[in-house]
Nanobody, 123 residues
Framework: QVQLVESGGGLVQPGGSLRLSCAAS????????MGWYRQAPGKQRELVAV???????NYADSVKGRFTISRDNAKNTVYLQMDSLTPEDTAVYYC?????????????????WGQGTQVTVSS
């Protein structure tokens, strides 16, 4: 069984910074793409940033130049460094990963979500 556990959310003033972490655990064989999504009240969940196993990254236009995604493959962890935060960044942030895990009958590929962490940007 695979789990993703996020941490690092909270309340921050406009212009401030936060760093989110997401650690994957369980019978992991390999982790492919890892990413962060967010969902603001009354809006659909949207992609924020994604990073491949090789380190290639892609960002939503709204966060380019302000957010940085990175990963530590040895720790099965993905990070999201968020700088120059604005009230429009307020949302629940979710970690997502494509993980090949060890099952009873061999390897299986699954897409997993974390439980979400609240980020609130307000003065």
């Amino acid at each position: 069984q695979v789990q993703l556990v996020e941490s690092g959310g909270g309340l921050v003033q406009p212009g401030g910074s936060l760093r989110l972490s997401c650690a994957a655990s369980g019978s992991i064989f390999v982790i492919n793409d890892m990413g962060w999504y967010r969902q603001a009240p009354g809006k659909q969940r949207e992609l924020v940033a994604v990073i491949t196993s090789g380190g290639s990254t892609n960002y939503a236009d709204s966060v380019k130049g302000r957010f940085t995604i990175s990963r530590d493959n040895a720790k099965n962890t993905v990070y999201l460094q968020m700088d120059s935060l604005t009230p429009e960044d307020t949302a629940v942030y979710y970690c997502n990963a494509d993980i090949r895990s060890r099952g009873l009958y061999g390897l299986r590929l699954g897409n997993y979500w974390g439980q979400g962490t609240q980020v609130t940007v307000s003065s």
